[in-house]
C-alpha cells in the first residue's frame, strides 16, 4: 500500500468531520428570541416620568448593571426587561416621592454587536431590531475571500452564563452577540 493512501485512510475521517458543521442552539437561545428583550451593560434606557421633565430622561447601564436617577439613585436594570424596571422605578418614587407616578420605560439604544473573523471590516457595530446573522456579516462589509457563508459562530451572554454555538446566517441574533465567521476549509 503506498504511503498516500495509507495518510489518505488515517486522516480521511478527520477531514470529512471537520467539513460537516453541524446547526445547534445556543442552550436557551431560543428563549431570549421570543421572549422580552433583557437589558444589559451598554443598553440605554429612555425613562419618561409624566409631568416630571426633571426626571424624565435616557439613562444608561452601567457596567454594574445598574441606572443611575435623580432622587432614587442606583436602580438594578441588568437581566430585566423594560416593564420591570418601569415597576420598580415606580415603587421607588412613590415610597417617598411622588403619589402614583405615570412611568414608561423603553429602550432606547441597544447594546453593540461584534463581527469578527473572515468579514471585510470586523468590529463593533450597532445593532438593530431583527437583525440575523447574515445582516450583521452585511454590516461589517461582507464576507472576505476565504469565508464560509453558510454558518457563524455565536457568542451570547444569556443570565451571566456564556453560551456558544454554531448557527445559520439566517437565524436572528440579540444584542451583545459576538459573531465569527470562519474561513473555508478547502478552496
Not at 426633571?54 to 435623580?70: C, F, N, R
Not at 452585511?138 to 448557527?167: C, Q
Amino acid at each position: 500500500m503506498s504511503v498516500f493512501r495509507l495518510l489518505l485512510i488515517l486522516f480521511l475521517p478527520a477531514i470529512i468531520a471537520g467539513c460537516a458543521t453541524e446547526n445547534r442552539p445556543l442552550g436557551t437561545g431560543t428563549e431570549t428570541i421570543t421572549g422580552p428583550y433583557l437589558l444589559d451593560t451598554g443598553d440605554a434606557v429612555r425613562v419618561t416620568v409624566f409631568e416630571q421633565p426633571s426626571l424624565s430622561s435616557t439613562y444608561s447601564v452601567d457596567q454594574s448593571g445598574y441606572i443611575a436617577m435623580p432622587l432614587i439613585g442606583q436602580v438594578p436594570a441588568r437581566g430585566r426587561s423594560t416593564v420591570q424596571l418601569q415597576g420598580t422605578i415606580k415603587t421607588k418614587l412613590a415610597a417617598s416621592y411622588l403619589r402614583d407616578p405615570n412611568i414608561t420605560v423603553e429602550v432606547s439604544e441597544y447594546r453593540p454587536i461584534f463581527v469578527h473573523g473572515s468579514v471585510k471590516a470586523a468590529g463593533r457595530y450597532a445593532y438593530v431590531p431583527g437583525m440575523t446573522a447574515e445582516t450583521a456579516v452585511a454590516v461589517a462589509g461582507g464576507y472576505a475571500d476565504k469565508a464560509s457563508p453558510r454558518n457563524v459562530r455565536i457568542s451570547r451572554t444569556l443570565n451571566g452564563t456564556l453560551h456558544e454555538g454554531v448557527i445559520s446566517v439566517t437565524e436572528p441574533i440579540r444584542p451583545g452577540d459576538t459573531i465569527y465567521v470562519p474561513n473555508r476549509s478547502f478552496w
